[in-house]
């Protein structure tokens, strides 16, 4: 009897609010995509179930699940070394969740779980602003604020695979206190809720017209749109922020030497409004022989896609397991 060759994987791509799956072929090609919302499951077996059913379904719509080979999961908090869940801030999951096993057990394929900076540099490096680089720093930029440090062409997990944890480094000493339970953390100013929590300190401090005093549910979006109308108390909001985390990037990019560093996540759809102040604060304070030698760029690419496509690549670098043989 021959052996039925499985050439396609499933890309997963779990967000706070969304997960998206979809199914990819050998060469990045996705077949079928779908997804739900996260938060319809506050349980997480019972996200696991719908997960797991879901899938399946998608798959033997599609071509059949015996042709799938393995599966790849970008999760906030993600460890790939252990392929668990490790006390994400943001996630209604709290502790250590062994979510590779757990679907594994469920599925009876392969799976590989990383954090979803890990997989946007994947993506990025296969279908990216970073195709052909061997040397560059992926910055997540959402509720929370990730980083992933492609090095000599490999991804650089560190000792434990924490590595990257830009978000939680200390930007302000004795700041604000953030998700995690440290004061001054960079995702306390640069993730979606810092940000919002900069404009309302402004606003609170100041009588300055502005329209986002008429806003009732204030997100980063809203924001970027007055900057847009040119609502100066909006554009100052981004400045600020720009300038905290432009400081943080020229000390990473003066120890790692990296070709460029590419934003991705919502936050980043700010463009220049945000990246024009990161540029100006990076410039003054990297390493001399560095500045002007590090490339600052908007990741192109839809983020969904991106992270499911890098998923994909990461169930391809998986040893091949089935409980089917």
């Known amino acids: 009897m021959n052996e039925v060759i499985k050439n396609r994987v499933i ?20 077949i079928a995509r779908d997804g739900f919302n996260t938060q319809d499951y506050t349980n997480v077996n019972d996200y696991i179930s719908a997960l797991s059913e879901k899938v399946v379904m ?21 460890n790939y070394k252990t392929g668990r869940i490790e006390n994400a801030p943001n996630l209604h999951w709290k502790g250590v969740i062994p ?27 296969a279908f990216g602003a970073a195709h052909g680089m061997n040397n560059f720093i992926i910055m997540t930029m959402g509720h929370g604020i990730g980083s992933c440090v492609f090095s000599n062409g490999n991804v650089h997990l560190g000792a434990d695979g924490f590595a990257g944890e830009v978000g939680h480094t200390c930007a302000v000493y004795h700041g604000r206190t953030c998700g995690c339970g440290k004061q001054g953390c960079l995702e306390a100013y640069c993730g979606a809720k810092g940000i919002v929590t900069t404009a309302m300190e402004m606003m609170e401090a100041s009588s300055e017209d502005t329209m986002m005093r008429s806003v009732k549910n204030l997100t980063p979006k809203i924001i970027y749109l007055c900057c847009e109308q040119g609502d100066k108390m909006a554009i100052e909001v981004f400045r600020k922020t720009g300038h905290i985390l432009g400081l943080t990037l020229a000390g990473y990019a003066s120890i790692l030497d990296p070709e460029a560093i590419i934003f991705t996540g919502g936050i980043a759809r700010a463009g220049h409004w945000l990246l024009d102040p990161v540029n100006e604060e990076f410039e003054k304070h990297v390493f001399h022989n ?25 169930a391809w670098g998986i040893k091949e397991y089935s409980l089917f043989k």
């Open 99 to 125: 979510m590779a096993n757990m679907l594994r057990d469920r599925l009876g394929i392969a799976v590989a779980l990383a954090n979803d900076a890990h997989v946007a540099a994947l993506g990025e490096h």
């Open 290 to 314: 560095t500045r002007g030698q590090v490339k600052l760029l908007p990741s192109a690419l839809d983020d969904h896609e991106r992270d499911v496509l890098g998923a994909s690549a990461l």
């Open 58 to 78: 998608l798959a033997e719509l599609n071509g059949g699940y015996e042709n799938i080979r393995s599966m790849g999961i970008s999760a906030p908090s993600g």
């Open 11 to 30: 890309g997963v791509d779990i967000s706070i609010d969304w997960t998206s799956y979809a199914i990819v072929d050998v060469r990045g090609n996705i």
